[in-house]
């Protein structure tokens, strides 16, 4: 049985992975803060080895791999979403340069294999995008995660640390209560407000269902000593691009509502117009997404009734 440790197992992909790890049979231990009250992490149930502190911290992760002989560390502790990011430069450079450099010299030292959770972000604006393309970030999350991804493929050149860089589309589902347009437009719509389509903008995203991207990191996990890939980088996507209204139209059909069109806000600059991901790499190797974006939607919005019925999350 293979002892794993996620980073940013709080998160919304973080305490998907750790939960369906779990129920996988490995043994579990996760990394964060803190867990707040209405964190990912407790509204999906999860129960692992918890443990507390800084990513940053190298000693820390050297004292976790060491005590609880970590075969593989998922890496995903990071600041997340783009208009935080935006808000404090700093402490995103630090946590997700300096977090991702902790765990890389810590691994460097012991051996352990990496996961990073990278993203599409790391290329920038355009469609189809390669693993083999250029960095090209548009934002300070997008540096960060370039700069962190480009520091994690050096170590696997230069330490020979067994790195491999998971870069996935935008992803959606249960326990996501981030200030993202899916959560949002579904707490809108459960409070019975009408949500709101920016006019004229026609960004499109490439979406997966989390239990796919969950799937693809416990696949990719399961053969991170195969030479196919054993130091490599991986897109992971579903072919399912969708504009702002197209996201909104399809939340609303599950509700007795209609969006109302507004202008766009003057922050919607930092945002990307287009962006999706050429995932055959990973296809070659044999994985699938299993849930369209149709279902996905029916089952999150599920899931969002659910747990504000149970009175475990207020909107």
């Not at 369906?20 to 231990?29: K, N, S, T």
């Not at 250029?134 to 640390?161: C, E, F, H, M």
Request: proline share 4%.
């Amino acid at each position: 049985m293979r002892r794993v440790l996620v980073t940013g197992v709080t998160g919304f992909v973080g305490a998907n992975l750790a939960k369906a790890l779990y129920e996988r049979g490995y043994e579990v231990f996760g990394l964060a803060r803190s867990i707040k009250e209405h964190s990912s992490y407790r509204l999906l149930n999860v129960d692992i080895n918890m443990m507390f502190g800084d990513v940053r911290d190298r000693s820390l992760i050297y004292n976790i791999i060491i005590r609880n002989d970590i075969d593989v560390i998922y890496h995903l502790a990071a600041v997340a979403i783009v208009k935080q990011a935006h808000k404090d430069p700093w402490f995103t450079v630090e946590t997700n340069i300096m977090g991702t450099l902790s765990v890389l010299e810590a691994c460097r030292e012991l051996g352990c294999s990496v996961i990073y959770m990278s993203t599409d972000k790391v290329y920038g604006e355009g469609l189809r995008k390669l693993e083999t393309d250029p960095y090209n970030p548009v934002d300070i999350y997008g540096a960060t995660k370039a700069s962190a991804d480009l520091i994690a493929r050096i170590y696997a050149k230069t330490y020979d640390v067994n790195v491999v860089v998971a870069r996935s589309c935008n992803v959606y589902g249960p326990g996501d209560t981030n200030p993202r347009i899916i959560p949002n437009t579904i707490r809108k719509c459960l409070k019975g407000e009408k949500p709101f389509i920016y006019k004229n903008y026609k960004g499109a995203r490439e979406y997966i269902y989390i239990d796919d991207l969950v799937n693809a990191l416990i696949f990719l996990g399961q053969r991170i000593n195969n030479l196919m890939v054993r130091r490599e980088v991986f897109n992971i996507g579903t072919g399912e691009v969708k504009t702002q209204e197209e996201v909104v139209l399809e939340i609303t059909k599950h509700f007795k509502t209609e969006p109302v069109y507004i202008e766009p806000p003057p922050d919607l600059k930092i945002e990307i117009n287009e962006q999706s991901l050429d995932y055959s790499k990973i296809y070659a190797l044999g994985w699938r997404p299993e849930v369209k974006f149709s279902e996905g939607i029916k089952r999150t919005i599920e899931w969002w009734r659910a747990v504000v019925r149970s009175g475990r999350l207020r909107i």
